[in-house]
């Protein structure tokens, strides 16, 4: 090519430039230098631009490797000669640099690394604005295969970051996109420059890199989960500055824009990577306050299941999860707390509930109690809000009942009796079972699932109306059952369901004041109670004489036991017979017993007639030795026959008769209803016989 093709370079510094030994490249480096030095003493502008695009154009992007080589240790040496007047054309002289950063040529790509960091290095603050196509072009080779050509990108990468923090000038809103878009790179080398880049920017005067710490936190938490020791530890600790940050300057923090990428991480299967996100939503929780509400079902899928860890090595991320879930619950403020709440801040109560409904179903025990306790606490700080989803949470809580687990079991009923007894929705109904429109509602759908559930009644029915008779009244609850009860087409049932609840207000301490009420019958309000749980215990007819002899109605229970002489003697009574003589010799009967000494002709003929149904038996013997100690001489004491006198005041206000007919009446459709279920089974007997045949 002839000479006017590469003016102002001569030939022989064409030829040098070209030439394969890096030495003769060299020479006509310092030529070009010093060229270029006597162009800025003249002033001679268009000879150096002249200068730039010979290099730039004709020799940086040469189809020759030699060429591309001599091009860029020429604008390496125009940068130098360039000196204090390199800002006027930076971009002129990286462009061709970084468009050979990505050559095929690992010598090419080192070359540039080289010529890049000899700009640099003159320019200073005068690169800046070219800064993210610098960056976006280093990134890649710091990855480099060729080991010389990575070296060079580190020591211009040190370079840079010299420059970076020691600049005012730095635009780092415009650097974060740029950063970010590679952070989720899977190269070990790329992530551990990216991490030190985040880290540069921690230190840079007035970056305020909290503020930006949502466009790259996921990333960092991916690159923390990294194989590499060296890497992993890196970040962990470039996280722990930023939440020291975080805790000493909250106000600058956009949490909103960080919270669902720590829910994100806190299922990770990677302990350490777990355990951070864990401790960044402590702290959010905790600095944040009535911000992080409207969070509250993610942060709950977050903290719930790790509730469960029983592991030494996950142990930290349990208590932090429980301080977590006791923190989140506190920001939930009573409804008539007067503090106005932001719109903005409030709590999804929808899709808390949907959370906490699915721990309930499928969740661990450790995470359903957590879920029971939440719903409790809703139900007492919000129940007006609470209430709109009360069709969808109430099954779910009556399905809980069936949990292996008892305090589960306990905490459900704590909730139901909470529903059951909550002021929102009171009727002005004057009725004792209706003081909350939700109590009727949930014995019915308790009978229900006893009904349904055979298994749950005779496993956890006593336990649970137990506990009931604890939280709510007992007296609503047996009043209530008896109501629903006496309406009750499946006898079977309701028969096991009185002979249940007879065991429990005849054994349990919890309900010693319902008891006290039937013994003592000396009001209108006890006798009306006693009826209404007669009408129902007919069911069972030992548990109605249990029921009688309880009230002291000793002349109706020794009618009812003549009744029960006359009808067909089954097992099963005679194991409840069995089980009235063992309660009639137990300390809820001692006043009973007392009552002998008193020579009560009604009683002693009713235990007569008792002993007369049983075979002879240890049951037998027990009722024939307490009537043998009946002495013949009574002693007359005022004190009881006043209370007796003002008993049977009240008492002759009950219709015995009337209650006798209703007994026969229940007595004679259970009969039926045993012949009709004999009478079936035979009949298939025969059937299958005639099958076989």
């Known amino acids: 090519m002839a000479d006017k093709d590469y003016a102002p370079l001569s030939t022989a510094c064409v030829r040098a430039l070209n030439d394969r030994l890096y030495e003769k490249r060299k020479a006509a480096a310092l030529e070009i230098e010093k060229m270029v030095k006597d162009f800025v003493s003249v002033g001679n502008t268009s000879q150096i631009k002249k200068l730039l695009k010979v290099l730039g154009s004709e020799f940086a992007i040469s189809q020759n490797p030699h060429m ?9 040496a125009m940068a130098i000669g360039l000196g204090k007047e390199t800002g006027v054309y930076t971009e002129d002289l990286i462009m061709p640099i970084l468009t050979c950063l990505s050559d095929a040529d690992s ?15 003159v320019s200073r603050e005068s690169v ?7 960056f976006s072009s280093i990134s890649c080779v710091v990855a480099d295969p060729d080991q010389n050509v990575k070296n060079g990108s580190e020591l211009l990468d040190r370079l840079l970051k010299d420059i970076v923090t020691e600049s005012k000038k730095f635009d780092v809103e415009s ?7 590679r952070m989720y790179t899977r190269d070990r080398f790329v992530r551990q420059f990216l991490v030190s880049w985040i880290s540069v920017l921690d230190s840079v005067p007035d970056a305020r890199t909290v503020k930006y710490l949502p466009e790259f936190l996921d990333p960092l938490f991916n690159i923390l989960d990294d194989s590499s020791p060296e890497i992993s530890t890196m970040c962990d600790n470039l996280l722990g500055e930023f939440l020291g940050h975080i805790i000493d300057k909250p106000e600058l923090v956009d949490f909103a824009g960080m919270i669902n990428i720590l829910i994100n991480h806190s299922q990770s299967p990677h302990v350490p990577l777990q355990m951070m996100a864990v401790t960044w939503i402590r702290e959010f929780v905790t600095l944040a306050g009535s911000a992080m509400l409207p969070f509250t079902s993610g942060i709950l899928t977050a903290v719930l299941p790790c509730l469960a860890y029983d592991d030494e090595e996950r142990r930290t991320v349990r208590e932090m999860s429980r301080t977590v879930n006791s923190c989140q619950m506190k920001l939930v403020k009573s409804e008539t707390a007067g503090e106005s709440v932001e719109e903005k801040h409030k709590l999804d109560l929808s899709s808390v509930m949907e959370v906490l409904t699915k721990q309930l179903q499928r969740g661990t025990v450790q995470s359903k109690v957590a879920a029971l306790k939440w719903i409790y606490h809703l139900f007492i700080q919000i129940p007006v809000q609470m209430f709109q989803f009360i069709d969808d949470i109430f099954p779910v809580l009556l ?22 007894s909550s002021k929102i929705g009171r009727s002005n109904s004057t009725d004792t079972a209706g003081t909350s429109p939700h109590f009727k509602q949930f014995i019915l759908s308790l009978l229900k699932l006893f009904s349904a559930d055979r298994n749950l009644l005779e496993a956890k029915g006593s336990f649970i109306i137990r506990q009931l008779c604890v939280l709510l009244s007992s007296e609503d609850i047996y009043r209530s059952i008896s109501e629903l009860l006496v309406l009750e087409d499946n ?13 429990i207000l005849l054994t349990s301490s919890e309900l010693f004041e319902l008891r006290t009420k039937l013994k ?29 002899l309880l009230a002291g109605c000793y002349g109706h229970a020794g009618d009812l036991i003549r009744l029960i002489g006359e009808q067909e003697v089954t097992v099963e009574m005679l194991t409840e017979l069995d ?15 007392m009552e002998l000494l008193d020579g009560d002709n009604e009683l002693i003929s009713a235990l007569y007639g008792l002993l007369m149904l049983l075979p002879q038996s240890e049951a037998f013997s027990l009722v024939k030795g307490r009537l043998a100690c009946v002495p013949h001489v009574q002693k007359q004491d005022k004190h009881r026959d006043a209370r007796k006198s003002k008993k049977k005041k009240f008492m002759d206000e009950i219709d015995f008769p009337s209650l006798l007919e209703h007994f026969q009446d229940v007595v004679t459709k259970h009969q039926m209803a045993r012949r009709k279920d004999k009478t079936s089974a035979m009949l298939a007997k025969g059937g299958h016989s005639i099958n076989i045949s």
């Open 68 to 76: 591309r080589k001599g091009g860029l240790i020429g604008l390496a």
């Open 107 to 121: 010598r090419v790509r080192y070359y540039a690394c080289e010529s890049l960091y000899n700009v640099v290095k």
């Open 128 to 134: 800046l604005p070219m800064f993210n196509e610098i």
């Open 175 to 181: 650097f974060v996109p740029i950063l970010r878009e």
């Open 399 to 420: 399905k809980t009942l069936s949990d292996h687990s008892d305090e589960v079991v306990i905490l459900d009923l704590e909730v139901l009796a909470e529903i059951s």
């Open 491 to 503: 006898l079977k049932f309701a028969r096991l369901m009185v002979e249940t609840l007879s065991t």
């Open 520 to 548: 003592e019958l000396n009001s209108k309000d006890s006798c009306h109670l006693f009826c209404c749980l007669y009408q129902t215990w007919c069911h069972s007819q030992i548990a109605t004489v249990a029921l009688c």
């Open 579 to 593: 089980r009235l003589v063992q309660l009639l010799e137990s300390p809820i009967f001692t006043f009973l017993r």
